[in-house]
Nanobody, 122 residues
Framework: QLQLVVSGGGLLQAWGSVRLSCAAS????????MGWVRQAPGKERELVAA????????YYADSMKGRFTISRDDVNSTFYLQMNSLKPEDTAVYYC???????????????WGQGTQVTVSS
């Protein structure tokens, strides 16, 4: 089995920054794509960013380009989402997710970490 543990998040001010971390353990060798997915109240899950296990390919949703950066730490099997220039509309529960295939849509992930709340106040 694969376990994903998320840390980070909290209550932030607009234009602030935060870094989310996702530590993968267990059968991390099965991962082909890691993603960060968010869900705001009353809205569908949205893929924020994704990165291939090799780190060679990344994906960002249009509204996150230039503000968010996804990265990975090979040694520690940890993935990060650096979120800058936060906006109130970024308020959501953020999930770390893993897929055994190359996938860049929210429904393509079959392993999920626990969500972490990010609340951005204006």
């Amino acid at each position: 089995q694969l376990q994903l543990v998320v840390s980070g998040g909290g209550l932030l001010q607009a234009w602030g920054s935060v870094r989310l971390s996702c530590a993968a353990s267990g059968r991390s060798s099965i991962i082909r794509t890691m993603g960060w997915v968010r869900q705001a109240p009353g809205k569908e899950r949205e893929l924020v960013a994704a990165i291939s296990w090799s780190g060679g390919n990344t994906y960002y949703a249009d509204s996150m380009k230039g503000r968010f950066t996804i990265s990975r730490d090979d040694v520690n099997s940890t993935f990060y989402l650096q979120m800058n220039s936060l906006k109130p509309e970024d308020t959501a529960v953020y999930y770390c997710a893993a897929a055994q295939t190359k996938t860049y849509y929210a429904g393509g992930y079959n392993y999920w970490g626990q969500g972490t709340q990010v609340t951005v106040s204006s």
